[in-house]
């Protein structure tokens, strides 16, 4: 079994930063992409950005990424994904998920979740 375990949450005032960090329990070239969901009480998960961790180029991202207000990157050695997250609004509070395709098991793993809590 695949563990997802993120760090970084937490409270922030706005126009603040926080950098979210996911490492896998196995290689992350079990993956063909991670990066990052978020949710909020009574709404659906929401892509926040993702990223391949193979050699193919590209990346998928909300629009708040496409902004540049949210970058994903990773760290191949590290079996690590990270998100940076600049000039933070209120709007950006949410539950922060770690998410990771598993191309071997073929199937989605989600990490546990990390609060995100941006004062205004």
């Known amino acids: 079994q695949v563990q997802l375990v993120e760090t970084g949450g937490g409270l922030v005032q706005a126009g603040g930063s926080l950098r979210l960090s996911c490492t896998t329990s196995?290689?992350?070239?079990?993956?063909?992409?991670m990066g990052w969901y978020r949710q909020t009480p009574g709404n659906q998960r929401e892509l926040v950005a993702l990223?391949?961790?193979?050699?193919?180029?590209?990346?998928?991202n909300s629009a708040d990424s496409k902004k540049g207000r949210f970058t994903v990157s990773r760290d191949n050695a590290k079996n690590t994904v990270y998100l940076q997250m600049n000039s933070l609004e209120p709007e950006d509070t949410a539950v922060y998920y770690c998410?990771?395709?598993?191309?071997?098991?073929?199937?989605?793993?989600w990490g546990q979740g990390t609060q995100v809590t941006v004062s205004a």
């Open positions: 998410y990771g395709y598993d191309i071997y098991d073929r199937r989605v793993y």
């Open positions: 196995r290689s992350i070239f079990r993956f063909n992409d």
């Open positions: 990223v391949p961790t193979g050699t193919s180029g590209g990346s998928t």
